[in-house]
């Protein structure tokens, strides 16, 4: 598509509960990314593919943060027993190359009570 | 690693006026890009403006402009004949790498009629 889709647009958790969020790239686009926007503002990277593989996961919170993009589906992002620091607006980008812009999804909203 | 300072929290500007938005950025990388992303209310991220670090002549994309010192690490964003619609948040980001973006804080700039 010439967009990127994210679902859900929210989520609600309850505190313990598992969450998977989705993500649809840009056709033709190798690179695909996650952020996390915490309510004040502010991004934090959490993981990158290229195509299929993991490219950088700096970012992730391993112990009950995971990802995927496999090959004819759409990326996810999954978070086991949550938190509610976890509360946060959660983007997926994608892009060309690392050199290009990246474009990003509308975001899903999670919100873990 | 990179950082990314944007100093300004919030401004206010008269529709039709000029504003110029600050930045500061620090990284080791030889080669990067600068971005200023708009945020508007509908959490949308919308790209502004994009630097190439290498090239010297300072992008232009129709009232966004931007002011690009590489040796003082500064990148400005000026916005003419600003309106309405361009009240949001904007976030200065450098990138370029395998970890994704490094967003600043934001500037939440309000336009007033």
């Known amino acids: 598509g010439e967009e990127v889709a994210q679902t859900p647009k929210h989520l609600v958790r309850g505190e313990g509960q598992k969450a998977k969020l989705y993500c649809a790239p840009i056709?033709?686009?190798?690179?695909v990314f996650w952020y996390q926007q915490v309510l004040k503002n502010e991004f934090k990277f959490l993981i990158s593919f290229q195509n299929e593989n993991v490219f950088d996961e700096t970012g992730m919170p391993k112990e009950r943060f995971s990802a995927k993009c496999l090959p004819n589906s759409p990326c996810s992002l999954e978070i086991q027993a949550t938190k509610l620091e976890d509360s946060a607006v959660y983007f997926c980008a994608s892009s060309q190359s690392l050199s290009y812009e990246q474009y990003f999804g509308p975001g899903t909203r999670l919100t873990v009570t | 690693a990179q950082t990314v300072t944007q100093s300004q929290p919030e401004m206010s500007v008269q529709e039709a006026e000029t504003v110029t938005l600050s930045c500061t950025y620090d990284t080791s990388e030889n080669n990067y890009y600068l971005f200023w992303y708009k945020q508007p209310p509908s959490r949308q991220m919308i790209l502004v403006i994009r630097q190439e670090a290498y090239k010297q002549q300072n992008a232009t994309e129709n009232r966004f402009s931007v002011n690009f010192q590489k040796a003082a690490k500064s990148f400005s964003l000026k916005i003419s004949d600003s309106q309405l619609g361009d009240t949001a948040m904007y976030f200065c980001v450098s990138g370029g790498g395998a970890d994704g973006l490094t967003f600043g804080k934001g500037t939440h700039l309000i336009i007033q009629p």
């Open positions: 056709k033709g686009h190798s690179y």
